[in-house]
Structures are given as structure tokens and as C-alpha cells.
T-cell receptor
Framework: SQTIHQWPATLVQPVGSPLSLECTVE??????LYWYRQAAGRGLQLLFY??????ISSEVPQNLSASRPQDRQFILSSKKLLLSDSGFYLCAWSPSDQPQHFGDGTRLSIL | AQRVTQPEKLLSVFKGAPVELKCNYS??????LFWYVQYSRQRLQLLLR??SRESIKGFTADLNKGETSFHLKKPFAQEEDSAMYYC??????????FGTGTRLKVLA
């Protein structure tokens, strides 16, 4: 069966430090992959999605970037974190034309 | 613009009372709509999708194209239904549009 792994679960970083959040999917090939930010009262904001290796679409211009170095690996990065980057980040995957499946999320706190 | 609106941030009902979580969407074509649920300390997970026309955990949702709504209903709420509920729209692309969510609290 398919599974999605997202880590770390929590992360505390100083302002100006780099970021790397990783998400991997097992048991499927060529999934669509997504990064969301979940904020209280604001729902899920789609940040990036990818339909294939090296194909990244950005939804919101910001301090973050995403990469897909392998078919089932999706990475969310930043070179210099801002206080406003604090939040809860969710990775999701879906087969083509099917509903999304979400990971456990990463709570990122910027100090 | 494509949008999903969940007007209630918090909905409190007593156990055994009917529940209706509202969802309205803005989309000119034929959308695919979903309800996702997040129980405490669990992953966000799919509850139901409109094309399935099925009842999951006693919940149903009917797509009303005239009113552009996809409200989630359950005739008798249970305490274990307490959770965060998100309505989502897939306008036929890879992008999903989520509402801001409604927290349901079922009181004993």
C-alpha cells in the first residue's frame, strides 16, 4: 500500500537560517506531490505542486522553494527563514485525478 | 475566481442533534468537491467526495449546482465527530482549493 512520510515533525529554527523539509512517498510511481501551509482560520494554502521530476509549480511568491530530485521525493527549502515562515506545513500526494493523501505535517517555529 | 467558502469557523452541537457544515464554492465549470476531516492528533484525511455519492461515518453531502453548495450533513452527531472539517474543490486541474475549515464540537 502507499504511504507518505514527512519529517521532521517539529522544527525550531532561528531567523535567517536555512530550511529543508522532506517528504517521500512509497508504494506508487509518478505521484502528484504538493506542499501546503495550514494556518488557523486560513485553511490550507497551496504553496507548490509537482506532476513529475523537476517540474515544480509555485502558487504563492514567497521566501520558499521546492524541488523534486526523485520521483517520490519532494523537498521544501528556504535559504533564509523569516519570522513569517512559522507555521504548519503539510505534504500531500495523489495519483492522477484522485483525491490527495496527506502526511503528518511539520510544525515550524522561527525564533 | 475559484473559491471555497466555509462561513462558520466553529460549530457546536449537542450529541444526537443534526449537523450541517456549510460549504459554498465559486466555479463556472463542473467541479469535483470533497470533504476532508482532521481529528485531534491525526492526519488530514478524505471523508467523502461528491462523485461517490456515499455515506461515510453517517455523513452525506449533496452537490447543489444551483446554489453552488456542498454542505456536509449528519442526522445525529456523535462526540467522536468532533474535528476540523475542510471543504475542497478540484476545478479539473492538479490544484485543489480548500476552504478555511470549520471546527465541529459535539457536546455531551
Amino acid at each position: 500500500s502507499q504511504t507518505i512520510h514527512q519529517w521532521p515533525a517539529t522544527l525550531v529554527q532561528p531567523v535567517g537560517s536555512p530550511l529543508s523539509l522532506e517528504c517521500t512517498v512509497e508504494g506508487t510511481s509518478n505521484p502528484n506531490l504538493y506542499w501546503y501551509r495550514q494556518a488557523a482560520g486560513r485553511g490550507l494554502q497551496l504553496l507548490f505542486y509537482s506532476v513529475g521530476i523537476g517540474q515544480i509549480s509555485s502558487e504563492v511568491p514567497q521566501n520558499l522553494s521546492a524541488s523534486r530530485p526523485q520521483d517520490r521525493q519532494f523537498i521544501l527549502s528556504s535559504k533564509k527563514l523569516l519570522l513569517s515562515d512559522s507555521g504548519f506545513y503539510l505534504c500531500a500526494w495523489s495519483p492522477s485525478d484522485q483525491p490527495q493523501h496527506f502526511g503528518d505535517g511539520t510544525r515550524l517555529s522561527i525564533l | 475566481a475559484q473559491r471555497v467558502t466555509q462561513p462558520e469557523k466553529l460549530l457546536s452541537v449537542f450529541k444526537g442533534a443534526p449537523v450541517e457544515l456549510k460549504c459554498n464554492y465559486s466555479y463556472s465549470g463542473s467541479p469535483e468537491l470533497f470533504w476532508y476531516v482532521q481529528y485531534s492528533r491525526q492526519r488530514l484525511q478524505l471523508l467523502l467526495r461528491h462523485i461517490s455519492r456515499e455515506s461515510i461515518k453517517g455523513f452525506t453531502a449533496d452537490l447543489n449546482k444551483g446554489e453552488t453548495s456542498f454542505h456536509l450533513k449528519k442526522p445525529f452527531a456523535q462526540e467522536e465527530d468532533s474535528a476540523m472539517y475542510y471543504c475542497a474543490l478540484n476545478p479539473g486541474t492538479y490544484k485543489y482549493i480548500f476552504g478555511t475549515g470549520t471546527r465541529l464540537k459535539v457536546l455531551a
